[in-house]
């Protein structure tokens, strides 16, 4: 039971490339967020889905898109990468909305380095 | 915006000694969470306490909850080295599918 994959760990972007980040999870999971953290600012939401090919806009969706065609991945995309995607991204995943309101079933990935020159 | 404040932003106390984190909130909330993060990891979730309940345990752990002045604090008790990470409150509205998360706590434990 692998929980939740994040790939890849560390990625090096130039200004205006594209590229994807996967988290997959093998809990069999509904809920899946995609947040990004940066230093002083906490974990802010960019992204999550509810179920498989449904998703919804968090705190910071703009520059991003995501997709949900299988229930065990959430890909997060940037289409054209900016300097202020410099982050590192954490995606989390728990299994419906009764395991949000006890908390402990909610899983978070290892973090996705990302920067941007 | 962020939902939950931690205060205060950095701690550094001694092997041993007690420490307390509080978090303040704007909205009201169904639940209050609090996570720790090693450095260079993911988020581990510690203890969640209930809008209802007003004191949770568990281990060294002990979270109170005032809703009226929405606030939460988290005690560490007999601290330990292995204890230094960063710790973040989380809310979850009633209805909402979402956790907001507060900009963090950074607590240093000296041996």
């Known amino acids: 039971n692998a929980g939740v994959t994040q790939t890849p760990k560390f990625r090096v972007l130039k200004t205006g490339q594209s590229m994807t980040l996967l988290c997959a999870q093998d809990?069999?999971?509904?809920?899946m967020y995609w947040y990004r953290q940066d230093p002083g600012m906490g974990l802010r939401l960019i992204h999550y889905?509810?179920?498989?090919?449904?998703?919804a806009k968090g705190e910071v969706p703009d520059g991003y898109n995501v997709s949900r065609l299988k229930k065990q991945n959430f890909l997060l995309g940037l289409e054209s990468a900016a300097p202020s995607q410099t982050s590192v991204y954490f995606c989390a995943s728990h299994a419906n909305r009764g395991k949000l309101y006890t908390g402990n079933t909610i899983y978070f990935g290892e973090g996705s380095w990302l920067t941007v020159v | 915006s962020q939902q939950g404040e931690e205060d205060p932003q950095a701690l550094s106390i001694q092997e041993g000694e007690n420490a307390t984190m509080n978090c303040s909130y704007k909205?009201?909330?169904?639940?209050l969470q609090w996570y720790r993060q090693n450095s260079g990891r993911g988020l581990v979730h510690l203890i969640l306490i209930r809008s209802n309940e007003r004191e949770k345990h568990s281990g060294r752990l002990r979270v109170t909850l005032d809703t009226s002045k929405k606030s939460s604090s988290l005690l560490i008790t007999a601290s330990r080295a292995a204890d230094t990470a960063s710790y973040f409150c989380?809310?979850?509205?009633?209805?909402?599918?979402?956790?907001?998360f507060g900009k963090g706590m950074k607590l240093t434990v000296n041996p």
């Open positions: 809990m069999n999971h509904e809920y």
């Open positions: 909205t009201s909330i169904n639940n």
């Open positions: 889905s509810v179920g498989e090919g449904t998703t």
């Open positions: 989380a809310t979850n509205q009633g209805g909402s599918e979402k956790l907001v």
